[in-house]
């Protein structure tokens, strides 16, 4: 009785073992490590899964999926356990360490007869957790114990690590105590290449300085001038906005925003809400977004971003091919990031895409990662894991069937850890040798070798891989840094479509190129052409932009450039003088020619003058040929025929030189204008004086006296004449000796011609001229006033009276008017002064004359004189 009992205990005791067992490796995946047993062990560290702080503790089966998260439901490929969250997409560099350890253990050439092998730890973000995977490797279990080895075998001779510059930082310190060698697989980080700090760090990415530039170039490219930045709050987050930040500077282009995202990730999520409100910036609708993935997700979770107008972002880091992986089953966020762009520096692992496509359930049985990801991404069980309600997965089962996974899109960080894990065999594989040829050994344990004896192989690295690149750790080499430009074209059945669209290239900061096809490229949906993110409109041709204080450079005011002033182009701060031949358009976009103008005999207003001097020399003339006909009348013989006859054709000439001031000027027609100008008008002038003269010298002669008499017998009068014209002589000689007219261009009075014109020469000259004709017409005035009321027949005083009044109104007038305008306006005030001067002289003098010759012939007789005569004295 007692033996069925006791099997019975056994065989219920090895049931509840079992069903433990299977408990443990159905649910207990969350183990700190993972392990490639090898003779060889290389230590690497990958954030395969990260901690929600204080959120939620409890342990979930595979069957329960994530969506008990209100806040989380959208995060499916992360698996949510015991307060954690696994990133399968990370998975991708644990699969390239077992592609490279392969690889490397099959090359006959390249560490023979040593296998090598790796112990994977969780990389934490958060700078609590930062040394705990460290100190699990050096503790050699799976709860550390500080300055404490448990395990002294198959102990690394190197790390690989560095997603993060932080985490290479805090972990490379604790390295140093051992001489451990860090080989980064992360961006390079100017802090981390400081040989006094970081003695034993080694970055395999190169020195990255294109980024910045071709995130600058893109912007440029679209015009893009009002941007927002979001970037990690960490050493590179913080270096990437730096440069960024001096890039944009110099191409005045600037930062509407900045937010800057904690490197800690903390699921406090019960009130906290992002710091940015993308609602807010109307007008920045593009977006630079530099950080992991992680990030990314953490950015989301954090502002309400679904509210906020869809914009434009440009990750600086390739991120868009993993937004099916993290925002699986919101359609709405993801085609939020539809027509975003991707800066993607990804380069072909040879042979890898072969090994991801022929992997199977059954390939890694002992590693839990690896049967959990099958569960996560195929939804059945490995043959090695049999648990819950799913089914064994089938044997035709592999990665190619289901292209989509994230893990089949190689990423720059697997190019990087490939290359890692080659430096680290080449440098083992050299160091090897050189023990060998030290002397042989009987024993050949791998574990005598130490740490601290890679260090001389790998500072002296050099090795061509199987891409064809050229391996060193020379800061100095140039590398020719190449970016594929990809546009989110959106997602078809939870799958990331991304197109490139482009490249930038650069050989170094004075020799790159940024390449577009904009054809290719989709917007946001929201987004009918290409978007605008401006602070204010640019100023188009025709406008200058006007900077405003204490405001960014990309906000200013648009204003209108000013007469014969021209912008042709977008943005300009200046506008452009037109030359003094040309003049603005009403758009003040182009400069046209001037149009040369003068005074014309085209023109109505010269045409007019001329008509009007035309009729007044035919007049003068008619008068003329009157008066000779008639010239033994008595009226005509009264006052000296002579002086009449004279100053008819002086009058002749006045009107005829108007004809000197119309038509193109030339140097000799601006002479011949004053000279002429000044002598007729004397001659004309000086032959008025000498007929009053002459009036008053007949009247006084015929009383008592003698002096009289013999100043009009002996004919003074006749030579006031030479001598009136004799001085203007002089005055026209110092004219022309000292200033003469001569002809000019002025482009400056009319906006749309270019006036030729005589000037002046000097000024001072021309009123001296002026005001020796408004003396000569002074004293004519005052004489012939005087002698207005003489008893004589024939005394024409009253007629010279008005004529010189006419005249030294006109003149008079002449000045202020002729001050007051300008252009062609000048020169038509100066013909009409002339013209209505010598108007006014012929017809106050000569024309009662005619009238009497002409109409009443009978009164230009002596008889009737004498009768007339006659009759007042009776």
Excluded at 23 to 37: A, I, L, V
Excluded at 132 to 138: D, F, I, R, S, T
Excluded at 865 to 870: A, P, S, V
């Amino acid at each position: 009785m007692s033996l069925p009992l006791l099997c019975l205990i056994l065989l219920l005791q090895s049931l509840f073992t079992l069903g433990e067992v299977t408990h443990q490796r159905c649910f207990d995946y969350w183990k700190p490590s993972t392990y490639m047993k090898a003779d060889i062990i290389l230590g690497a560290f990958i954030p395969i899964y990260i901690t929600m702080e204080g959120f939620y503790k409890s342990r979930i089966s595979f069957e329960f999926k994530p969506d008990i998260f209100e806040n989380f439901v959208w995060i499916q490929p992360l698996l949510v356990l015991s307060g954690l969250l696994v990133q399968w997409k990370n998975y991708e560099h644990l699969l390239t360490f077992y592609f490279a350890m392969e690889e490397i253990n099959k090359d006959a050439h390249l560490l023979p007869n040593v296998t090598l092998g790796f112990h994977l730890y969780n990389a934490f973000n958060s700078h609590w957790r930062t040394l705990e995977g460290p100190l699990v490797w050096l503790s050699g279990r799976s709860e550390f114990i500080p300055n404490y080895k448990c395990k002294t075998q198959h102990k690394a001779l190197g790390i690989i690590a560095g997603t993060r510059s932080e985490f290479s930082a805090a972990i490379g310190t604790l390295l140093e105590l051992y001489k451990v060698p860090q080989v980064t697989y992360g961006t390079f980080d100017s802090m981390l290449s400081d040989r006094d700090t970081f003695p034993s760090l080694y970055q395999m990415s190169p020195k990255d300085t294109a980024l910045t530039q071709g995130v600058t170039s893109l912007l440029l490219h679209f015009g893009w001038k009002w941007v927002g930045l979001i970037v990690s709050d960490d050493l590179k987050g913080k270096e990437f906005l730096s440069d960024l930040k001096a890039e944009m500077v110099s191409e005045d282009i600037c930062v509407a925003f900045t937010e800057k995202l904690q490197a800690t990730w903390n699921f406090q999520l019960t009130s906290e809400v992002g710091k940015v409100n993308l609602i807010q910036h109307t007008k920045a609708n593009v977006h630079v977004f530099y950080g992991d993935t992680d990030d990314l997700v953490f950015f989301c979770m954090k502002t309400e971003i679904m509210k906020a107008r869809r914009k434009v972002w440009i990750m600086a880091k390739s991120h868009l091919v993993y937004l099916e992986s993290v925002f699986n089953e919101q359609n709405d966020l993801m085609d939020f990031f539809e027509g975003s762009f991707s800066f993607s520096k990804k380069k072909d692992i040879p042979g890898f895409n072969h090994f991801l496509e022929a992997l199977t359930p059954s390939q890694y049985p002992d590693e839990l990662y690896f049967n959990k990801f099958w569960i996560d991404n195929f939804y059945c069980s490995p043959p090695t894991l049999l648990c819950g309600n799913h089914k064994p997965c089938p044997l035709n089962t592999s990665l190619k069937t289901k292209q989509e996974i994230n893990v089949m899109v190689p990423s720059e960080p697997s190019f990087s850890i490939w290359i890692a894990v080659y430096v680290m065999a080449h440098a083992l594989h050299k160091m090897l040798l050189r023990t060998t040829e030290m002397g042989p050994h009987e024993d050949t344990n791998h574990d005598r070798l130490l740490p601290w004896q890679l260090h001389p192989f790998l500072r002296t690295i050099q090795f061509t891989n199987a891409a064809g690149d050229q391996i060193c750790f020379d800061e100095n080499k140039n590398h020719v840094e190449k970016y594929d430009v990809q546009n989110f074209m959106g997602h078809t059945n939870h799958y990331s479509f991304l197109v490139k669209v482009g490249e930038f290239v650069s050989r170094s900061p004075q020799d790159q190129g940024l390449f577009i096809n904009e054809v290719m490229i989709k917007w946001p949906s929201n987004f009918h052409q290409t978007p605008q993110s401006v602070c204010t409109q640019n100023c188009g041709p025709g406008f200058w932009k006007i900077l405003e204080d204490e405001r960014p450079i990309c906000c200013f005011s648009c204003v209108l450039c000013p007469e014969s002033y021209i912008s042709n182009q977008t943005d300009q701060q200046e506008c452009i003088p037109c030359p003094l031949q040309e003049y603005s358009n009403p758009e003040r976009t182009n400069c046209l020619p001037k149009l040369v103008t003068f005074l014309s005999f085209e023109d109505s207003l010269g045409m007019a003058l001329a008509c009007t001097a035309l009729c007044f020399s035919v007049s003068t003339a008619v008068v003329l040929g009157t008066f000779l006909k008639h010239q033994d009348s008595p009226i005509v013989k009264a006052n000296n025929r002579t002086l009449s006859f004279i100053l008819l054709i002086s009058l002749l000439l006045c009107f005829l030189c108007s004809f000197l001031f119309i038509g193109h000027p030339s140097t000799a027609s601006c002479i011949l204008q004053q000279i002429t100008f000044a002598l007729v008008f004397t001659l004309a002038l000086s032959t008025v004086l000498a007929k009053t003269i002459t009036v008053i010298l007949a009247f006084r002669a015929l009383k008592p006296g003698r002096t009289m008499r013999r100043l009009f017998v002996s004919g003074i009068h006749n030579s006031v004449i030479p001598i009136c014209v004799l001085i203007q002589f002089i005055l026209l000689g110092v004219w022309l000796g000292t200033s003469p007219p001569y002809i000019e261009a002025d482009a400056h009075s009319e906006h749309s011609h270019i006036i030729i014109l005589c000037n002046k020469g000097s000024l001072t000259a021309f009123y001296c001229v002026l005001g020796y004709l408004g003396i000569l017409a002074l004293g004519s005035f005052t004489l012939a006033f005087l002698a207005r009321n003489l008893p004589d027949t024939f005394n024409e005083a009253k007629f010279l009276t008005f004529s010189m009044l006419v005249f030294c109104s006109v003149w008079v007038t002449f000045l202020p008017v002729y001050h007051s305008t300008k252009d062609k306006a000048m020169v038509t005030v100066e013909v009409f002064s002339i013209l209505a001067s010598s108007a006014g002289l012929l017809g106050c003098i000569f024309f009662p004359k005619c009238y009497i010759i002409l109409v009443k012939p009978d009164e230009n007789s002596l008889k009737y004189f004498k009768n007339k005569t006659q009759s007042r004295k009776n």
